[in-house]
């Protein structure tokens, strides 16, 4: 990262002018956090919130939700333990549907959407629109194409969920992909009429956060909140055995070495971003 940017990734310096005065409409900050997995990346997104409250003040938390019952989909109870938390919205992936007892829940919480361009007959809807502090934030969420299950493209889907948010001030993407090419695709897609695009799925983060050239900020993937220590969350003894021995292996989740992945993406302007920073960090020791 350029050492300018660096300074912009940091936000404005702290002063008396900003300090003692209100929050003004074009002081938002977006805080979204990568896949949090299984109970050990609840705890540590939990864990760690207060920490980046204080260091990022941000307008809205969005975080995706897609693997933390067990490692595998959400459910009630926990998407609304995360909201309860302050969570503003959660966004979903390939895992979406694999706790039944989600689906009615994702057609009645309009703070959790998964991806758009899933059949309309699917449970949930693909984008919402949630307020702070007078700013409205609206939400999409998109299923790449490339090796996942999703059934229409997330190249048309997106203008219809575009259009379907009628007036808002910062709209956030995060497109649930396998491929870095789509992922790529999409943030040049919707440079210049999107707040951000984030990528998500691979619970790797990329080292390609930037501001694009018409103001959208982009990151391939954010990366995963759960244990470093293991294989994209799996314990890394069975999913090696896995990979060794070509049979089927119970995968459970790791607790070893958790971390928060996210990205805090600043904006002065309307659907623009000043800045995407990279937070990457272990649990907070005394949690
Ligand atoms: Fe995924
Ligand atoms: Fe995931």
Not at 40 to 43: D, E, N, T, W
């Given at each position: 990262m350029a050492e300018d940017e660096a300074v912009?990734?940091?936000?404005?310096?702290?002063?008396?002018?900003?300090?003692?005065?209100?929050?003004?409409r074009s002081d938002v900050s977006i805080l979204f956090v990568g896949d949090l997995v299984g109970g050990?990346?609840?705890?540590t997104l939990l864990d760690s919130l207060p920490v980046l409250r204080e260091r990022y003040a941000p307008t809205f938390v969005v975080v995706n939700g897609e693997n933390v019952a067990g490692g595998l989909g959400i459910t009630p109870k926990l998407a609304d333990e995360l909201l309860a938390s302050g969570v503003d919205a959660i966004t979903l992936g390939n895992h979406t549907y694999h706790r039944r007892e989600i689906y009615q829940y994702l057609n009645a919480q309009p703070r959790i959407v998964r991806p758009a361009n899933f059949l309309r007959s699917q449970p949930g809807r693909g984008a919402c629109v949630v307020e702070r502090d007078a700013v409205r934030l609206g939400?999409?969420?998109?299923?790449?194409?490339?090796?996942?299950?999703?059934?229409?493209?997330?190249?048309?889907?997106?203008?219809?969920?575009?259009?379907?948010?009628g007036s808002?001030?910062?709209i956030l993407v995060d497109i649930h992909a396998e491929a870095t090419s789509e992922k790529i695709a999409m943030g040049w897609h919707l440079d210049g009429r999107v707040t951000a695009v984030v990528g998500t799925h691979t619970h790797v983060p990329t080292a390609d956060a930037r501001v694009l050239p018409r103001g959208t900020a982009y990151i391939t993937d954010v990366g995963m909140t759960g244990p470093?220590?293991?294989?994209i969350g799996v314990k890394r003894e069975q999913a090696i055995e896995s990979l060794?021995?070509?049979?089927?292996?119970?995968?459970?989740?790791?607790e070893d070495d958790p971390w928060l992945m996210g990205v805090v993406i600043s904006c002065s302007e309307r659907l623009r971003a000043d800045s995407i920073e990279q937070v990457l960090m272990p649990r907070p020791a005394n949690a």
């Open positions: 912009a990734a940091d936000g404005p310096a702290p002063g008396p002018e900003r300090d003692d005065g209100p929050r003004q050990i990346g609840r705890r939400v999409v969420n998109l299923s790449g194409n490339l090796y996942l299950r999703a059934g229409r493209s997330a190249f048309t889907e997106v203008e219809v969920a575009l259009a379907d948010l808002v001030d910062h470093r220590g293991g294989v060794l021995t070509q049979m089927p292996v119970r995968f459970e989740t790791s």
